[in-house]
């Protein structure tokens, strides 16, 4: 049962509410979701230990100096594969205690958690929503923000699909088999979760005879953007908010001078 209060976000309601942050660039966060930041009273963000957390680096200066914040640090990120029981039970656990912590808070308080881009778009908070909305105990709201990859294909300078292109989306944490079948069949490429797979998804763009056309966007919309030809940088592991793109070319109209 969808439990989901419209006018959550109108007042400080208890409740949960996620906030998409955008590609980066505070300028580009919506109008509702910077209100909702300044006004925070309790702001919750994932983040690997020993780091400040992305989500919560983009607030920087917007929150209220009274505002009790709640670090979300992941058990385990790279240390063990993704696809390995271990790997899957200690996300689980972490996801419940997450999810049981923020239901007794919102049972009384408005929480805001912070999301790069949308949150529902390989955001950690979906693993929340669903556990919460289930529960059904407590206010869930969910503020849609521009997705990072929008933000790095305009960093390109050049659109991203024309026409009938056909614009796939994969992360890179694919097997190198699955990305070349996927990059065979689209017209346009957007692979995200870069870092560490980079080697990976250059081979699989070869395979595809594809690198000549890929970008590497690090940072994309930020101070530290980085926009390169793929093939013109190396296998150092680059941010996993990285994001390589392949841009369509497909049908257009031609200039009539």
């Known amino acids: 049962m969808s439990n989901k209060p419209q006018n959550l976000a109108q007042s400080a309601a208890p409740g949960v509410i996620c ?14 979701a910077d209100r909702l930041v300044r006004g925070a009273r309790h702001v ?6 020993g780091r400040p957390g992305k989500a919560r680096q983009l607030v920087d200066g917007l929150l209220r100096s009274e505002a009790s914040e709640y670090a979300m640090e992941y058990p385990v990120t790279t240390e063990i594969p993704v696809d390995s029981p271990e790997y899957v039970q200690l996300l689980s656990r972490f996801y419940d205690d997450w999810c049981l912590r923020l239901a ?20 950690s908070f979906m693993h929340l929503y669903t556990r919460l909305r289930e529960r059904g105990d407590v206010g869930l709201q969910v503020v849609p923000g521009i997705p990072g990859m929008v933000g790095c294909w305009h960093a390109t300078g050049q659109p991203i699909t024309w026409g009938d292109d056909v614009l796939g989306v994969m992360t890179g944490t694919l097997s190198e088999d699955e990305l070349v ?37 690090q940072n994309g919309s930020t101070a530290n953007e980085q926009v390169e030809r793929l093939a013109e940088v190396g296998d150092e592991v680059c941010p996993y908010f990285a994001i390589v793109l392949v841009h369509g070319q497909g049908r257009r109209p031609e200039a009539a001078w």
């Open 19 to 32: 906030v998409g942050l955008g590609p980066g660039d505070p300028e580009l966060m919506s109008v509702k």
């Open 181 to 217: 079948r996927r990059m065979e069949t689209a017209d346009a490429l957007v692979v995200m979760k870069v870092g560490r797979n980079l080697p990976r998804i250059r081979r699989a763009l070869v395979r595809a005879g594809r690198l000549e056309s890929a970008w590497l966007v």
């Open 44 to 49: 919750a963000f994932f983040r690997k230990k």
């Open 104 to 123: 007794e808070l919102a049972k009384q308080e408005q929480v805001i958690v912070l999301c790069e881009g949308d949150p529902f778009l390989y955001g």
